[in-house]
C-alpha cells in the first residue's frame, strides 16, 4: 500500500509542478509586455501608396576604368525617374543571380529625373544580375 501512496503522492507533486511552472510562465511572459501610456498604440489596416515612378527606370554603367590590373566599373546612370520623384531619397543595390549584394548599397537624395550613382568598385559587371532601386520619403 505504500507504493500506492507513494505513486499517488508522486502525481500530485508533478501536477503541482506542472501548475507553478504554466502560472511562472505566465507571468515571465507578461512581464516582458512595457507598454507605458501615452506611446502604447496599435492600428491596423491597409493603405494604397501612392508611388512617384510609372515608368521603367533606365540604367547604364559608367566606361570601364584600368585599376591595378583589373578594369573597374566606378559609377551607375538610372535615367527615366519621373520628376514627382525629386526630392525623395533612394538606395540602390547591385545584387548578383542569388541576390546577394555585390558591393555596397549607395543612397541620396534624387535631384532630377536621373540618379548618377559614384563610388562604386564593380570588377564584374556580369557578375551584376539586378539592379535594386527604391525611392522613398
Excluded: W
Excluded at 507598454?35 to 501608396?49: C, E, I, L, W, Y
Excluded at 566599373?73 to 520623384?85: E, G, K, M, R, V
Amino acid at each position: 500500500m505504500s507504493s500506492k501512496k507513494s505513486s499517488n503522492h508522486r502525481k500530485a507533486l508533478a501536477v503541482g509542478l506542472a501548475v507553478v511552472g504554466v502560472a511562472g510562465l505566465s507571468l515571465a511572459s507578461a512581464a516582458q509586455l512595457n507598454f507605458a501610456a501615452p506611446q502604447a498604440q496599435f492600428q491596423a489596416g491597409v493603405d494604397t501608396v501612392a508611388s512617384c515612378q510609372t515608368a521603367a527606370v533606365d540604367s547604364s554603367f559608367g566606361t570601364p576604368v584600368l585599376t591595378g590590373g583589373t578594369y573597374v566599373t566606378t559609377s551607375l546612370s538610372l535615367a527615366n525617374i519621373d520628376a514627382l520623384c525629386a526630392g525623395k531619397s533612394y538606395k540602390v543595390s547591385l545584387l548578383d543571380s542569388t541576390g546577394a549584394l555585390v558591393g555596397a548599397e549607395k543612397s541620396g537624395t534624387v535631384a532630377g529625373t536621373s540618379i548618377a550613382v559614384t563610388g562604386l568598385s564593380v570588377t564584374d559587371v556580369d557578375a551584376v544580375a539586378k539592379i535594386a532601386l527604391t525611392i522613398y520619403s
